[in-house]
């Protein structure tokens, strides 16, 4: 088993910033960060591949940046102009592979996200006021 953990989450005001860790206990080749608000459901936010690829969800684009430490088996996502609209719970989430889709072979957020993400971490708070 893969064990996820993160922090960094908190309460901040409009217009702040904070910085997601997420640390694992073995390599991964996918990990992404994704998020649940109240009453929603789960949305995929940001993924970093092997090769530190990224893609992002176009509600953070701009905003948020998703890097890797390999060597510390560890992402973090840095948030930025943080909006009350990004209020959830974020999640960090893993998995041994990436899967081939359209010719190519990736990490998603979008489609596919049980077939890549085998391991999920308990999830950090993050409220933004206004």
């Known amino acids: 088993q893969v064990q996820l953990v993160e922090s960094g989450g908190g309460s901040v005001q409009a217009g702040g910033s904070l910085r997601l860790s997420c640390v694992a206990s073995?390599?991964?080749?996918?990990m992404g960060w994704f998020r649940q608000a109240p009453g929603k459901e789960r949305v995929g936010l940001a993924s970093?591949?092997?090769?530190?690829?990224?893609n992002y969800a176009d509600s953070v684009k701009g905003r948020f940046t998703i890097s890797r430490d390999s060597a510390k088996n560890t992402i973090y996502l840095q948030m930025n102009s943080l909006k009350p609209e990004d209020t959830a719970m974020y999640y960090c989430?893993?998995?041994?592979?990436?899967?081939?889709?359209?010719?190519?072979?990736?990490?998603?957020?979008?489609?596919?996200?049980?077939?890549?993400?085998?391991?999920w971490g308990q999830g950090t708070q993050v409220t933004v006021s206004p």
């Open positions: 073995r390599y991964n080749y996918c």
């Open positions: 989430a893993a998995g041994p592979s990436p899967i081939w889709t359209g010719g190519r072979a990736g990490c998603p957020i979008k489609e596919d996200v049980p077939n890549v993400y085998d391991y």
């Open positions: 970093i591949d092997n090769d530190a690829s990224a």
